[in-house]
């Protein structure tokens, strides 16, 4: 059922990009519609503030729209175009961020934001989610974007790697190595939850 209904929208994708690349106003918002929440919903999991994750999701579709004729689909679909651009722009979003709090440290502005405690604050991070948190967070960034787009996202490698200019072998491998780490990890800062936890696995 579940392949059915993704084959039946990877072609209502292709369809109406189709007419979006043609500058079909009407089409693109339907994209923004299908897509957007989602899109939304990975921005949201990579920076601090629910507004932050509102403007990259504004940014993605307008980079989308204005780039239009070089976006690079997959079967038809941008989706995971636009997931990617949203990685990319929420961490250049939260480097500047990161940056200016920095600054105002320096300044020794005493009311500067947080940016650790509001993340924790704000989404009420659980004690079970927490050490797994912790763990991926001390992952490289490559490694992160390829659990967070294969694992979280659930696009296929192959999507992926269209997407990284890479070929899919190579995306599967990152994969395997980037569980592989994150397990090793789990095991030696919180080996209590290892076996709780199902996010990882292969």
């Known amino acids: ?110 009311d500067a934001p947080d940016h650790a405690e509001h993340v924790a604050e704000e989404q009420g991070v659980t004690s079970r989610r927490a050490p797994v948190q912790s763990s991926f967070g001390q992952l490289s960034r490559r490694d992160q974007e390829i659990l967070m787009l294969c694992v979280i996202e659930e696009l296929p490698p192959r999507e992926v790697a269209v997407l990284m200019r890479v070929p899919a072998g190579t995306v599967r491998t990152r994969l395997s190595r980037a569980k592989k780490r994150l397990r090793e990890a789990l095991e030696a800062g919180h080996p209590d939850v290892v076996s709780q936890w199902r996010g990882v696995q292969g």
């Open 1 to 110: 059922m579940w392949r059915r209904d993704a084959v039946t929208g990877m072609q209502a994708d292709a369809a109406l990009w189709a007419r979006a690349a043609q500058a079909d106003d009407a089409a693109f918002a339907e994209i923004f519609d299908r897509h957007g929440d989602r899109v939304y919903r990975h921005a949201r999991r990579l920076v601090a503030q629910q507004a932050d994750a509102e403007d990259v999701t504004a940014m993605v579709f307008l980079e989308a729209w204005r780039s239009r004729t070089r976006v690079r689909v997959v079967d038809g679909s941008p989706l995971a175009w636009l997931l990617v651009t949203a990685t990319n722009l929420s961490r250049n979003l939260e480097r500047g961020r990161i940056r200016h709090e920095r600054a105002l440290r320096q300044l020794r502005i005493e």
